[in-house]
């Protein structure tokens, strides 16, 4: 309910005087690092000394220029690598290891609604494209390829002349996505709506050069 409150709050903020717009020719560069792991250590009468690892290391990176006031087009990138290992030390014990890796594009547009002198709302659709390759312990390897189409209403915040905070809300979605596999391939349709504000929340730097 967070996100819908959100949204409507976003909608009643259009009618609001703006009093400051981004000028034409404006170029647009932001930024998300994102690293976080776990470690656990379990004990049981079938599996002694069990011990479970994962980090998770993520970048992506935005670029867009202004075509006219308050309109931009861009494009983002972005990558990540999740290493992930359970192990036991117990007489026959196991040892797996998976690592994925994951690589995007996507090109977007963005509007934005001026609300205050520091404030703004944007509207984003964009189109992404998604590989992304996991290894097994085992030497066994399974690549997948993604499109999907996305709509994400956010908010921007200038804190000084160019460099601004932004938070944006992906809370619907729309994909295609097709996955090869050693054994097969396959072709899915899905659509996503949440409400559930950790998991669509994402918060970034950038910057407006002119």
């Not at 819908?4 to 690092?33: D, R, S």
Request: one cysteine or more; aromatic letters at 16%; a positive charge.
């Amino acid at each position: 309910m967070k996100s819908i409150y959100l949204c409507l709050f976003f909608w009643a903020c259009t009618f609001l005087t703006a009093e400051a717009q981004i000028e034409k020719g404006t170029h647009f560069l932001g930024a998300t690092v994102q690293g976080s792991g776990y470690f656990t250590k379990l004990s049981s009468p079938g599996h002694p000394n069990a011990r479970v690892q994962q980090q998770i290391l993520s970048l992506a990176l935005q670029w867009g220029m202004f075509a006219k006031e308050n309109f931009m087009f861009g494009v983002g990138l972005s990558g990540s690598l999740v290493p992930y290992r359970s192990w036991s030390d117990a007489s026959g014990g196991s040892d797996f290891k998976q690592r994925i890796s994951r690589y995007g594009v996507a090109p977007f547009v963005r509007w934005y609604k001026p609300v205050f002198n520091k404030l703004s709302l944007f509207v984003q659709p964009s189109i992404g494209v998604d590989w992304s390759k996991t290894t097994y312990s085992r030497s066994a390897t399974e690549k997948s390829f993604a499109t999907r189409l996305m709509v994400s209403p956010g908010i921007s915040y200038r804190v000084g002349k160019r460099f601004a905070v932004e938070a944006d809300l992906n809370i619907f979605s729309l994909g295609l996505s097709y996955n090869k596999t050693d054994t097969g391939s396959s072709f899915a349709f899905s659509s996503h709506m949440s409400s559930s504000l950790p998991s669509v929340f994402g918060l970034r730097g950038a910057f407006y050069l002119n």
